[in-house]
């Protein structure tokens, strides 16, 4: 459990701020994706180190327990999968989930999402007991 810890210490801050920032500026948001749906390659880089970042996580943390440490090992395995998913197959998945970008509730819901996951391994890391 103490690498579910360290792993969480910093996957959950950077949800928090992540999910934050898209529910701040989701406008601003929805014009990025759409100019990475207009040129998918520039997202290459970012994909790479999804993917590095998600062996990482998978690679110090891989336990299949229901408790909220299963949070870090599903999160450093959609990490995987969708970087791997988004190399291999470019065009499909890549401006298929962008073009989900367009959908402002969807937006905010993900947000959401990102968020609660963020702050609970955030609560769990730093300040529960």
Do not use: C
């Not at 928090?16 to 207009?38: N, P, R, T």
């Not at 999804?50 to 690679?59: A, D, E």
């Not at 229901?66 to 599903?74: E, G, H, I, R």
């Amino acid at each position: 459990m103490e690498n579910a810890v360290k792993v969480a210490a910093v996957m959950g801050p950077v949800m928090v701020v992540l999910g934050l920032s898209i529910l701040i500026y989701v406008k601003s948001w929805q014009k990025l994706f759409d100019g990475w749906l207009k040129n998918h390659y520039q997202m290459i880089t970012l994909l790479m180190f999804m993917l590095v970042v998600g062996i990482i996580s998978v690679r110090m943390y891989n336990v299949w327990t229901l408790d909220v440490w299963l949070l870090v090992t599903l999160g450093g395995w959609s990490l995987i999968l969708k970087s791997a998913a988004a190399l291999l197959l470019p065009g499909a998945v890549t401006k298929w989930s962008l073009s989900m970008a367009k959908n402002t509730p969807l937006m905010i819901l993900g947000a959401l999402i990102i968020l609660a996951w963020g702050g609970v391994l955030s609560y769990y890391t730093y300040f529960a007991a």
